[in-house]
């Protein structure tokens, strides 16, 4: 691993300015932050950029696997794979029984020096235990809220949890929601049959996130013929004080409801995610997914990870942290600065990290992509994590 007091000079990237607007100009990375942009200067290592992109890194705050790698594996390996697909932050997050959660939360901080030793990982996400329904997972997976779980599982992730999950309807959901938000989690409405009502109360009580808003969030049933009834996402969409994540394969969610999130949230209120899962970037294939998952089918980036034994149901998504970035410009029609803030700027400022935009003073974690928006280069502190050519892991 190189010094962070190492000085980069990237020259003569397309950089994506923090007013969304283009420039052919060089950036100065020193002490692990951005420290000049546009001013010729001399520097340890020089990057040329030229004919690519210098955006921010890509920050995937929900992803539970990548390549052969998985958030019940090798930390180090699986932050290496999220180096390849351009991820400079990402949350490994983690769904299973209570006590197999801890023991894996334990065992990564013991094997990574208190994530010391894994810089892109931002801390941990749970998934898991407080869902109203097991339809991600098993019954197992599933416990009712308690302070002393709530803290067991705290107490396990050692502060590093900085998002977790929660089925609003459950009994205590407000009283966890306020005292894990005390602590500085952010807590996300997931896995839900909530009524909007509940949903309110939750974010009265300071959730902030939505998980994959649309994936399985039931749709209202008709109870009168002419009356179009409201549903929770519909409240969701309209409510502004809670950030909705999209899972942008365009099979998770349909395009046009896709534009519909963007035009419903304000610009800071929807982040693009991966819910990866073990096999994602693999290539097309099949593979046997851990956890007793089973067999899996794995065709494109853009059609999920099918079980095979389960008639094809979707287990997550087969996305990268770049395919979902090209996914908004490609697939969505957005432009570089509008598929940058939903996959870098907004969950930095969701998680309160100086990260996500280029600008002095923000940590130096940037990704280059060349004109068909291919990773070439991927940045975390000022050091070089990736380089294409140098390093093919997926
Ligand atoms: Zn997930």
Redesign the pocket.
Known sequence: MHDKSHSLLIRDGQVLMSDGSLRTTSLLIRDGRIAAIGAEQSADTILDAAGNYVLPGLIDI?T?GIGEDSAIGSLPHYAAREAVAGATTFLP?L?GPPDETCAHLQRHLRETDNLRRVPQVGGFRL?SPYLADAS?GLPRDCAPITPQLTERLWQAGAGHIRIWDLSPELPGAPEAIKQLSRLGVVCSLAHTTATIEQARAAVEAGARLV??LFDVFPMPPMTELGVYPAGLTDYLLMEDRVVCEIIPDGTHVPPLLVEKTFRCKPPGGLVFIT?SNYGSGLPPGEYDLPQAWGRVKITSPYDGIRLMERDMELA?SALTPVDAFRSAVQRFGKDLATASRVCSRNPARLLGLNKGEIAIGRDGDLVILDSALHVRTTIAGGVVIYHAGQDAAI
């Open positions: 929900h539970h997050t769904f998934e991600a998980t994959h819910d997550s």
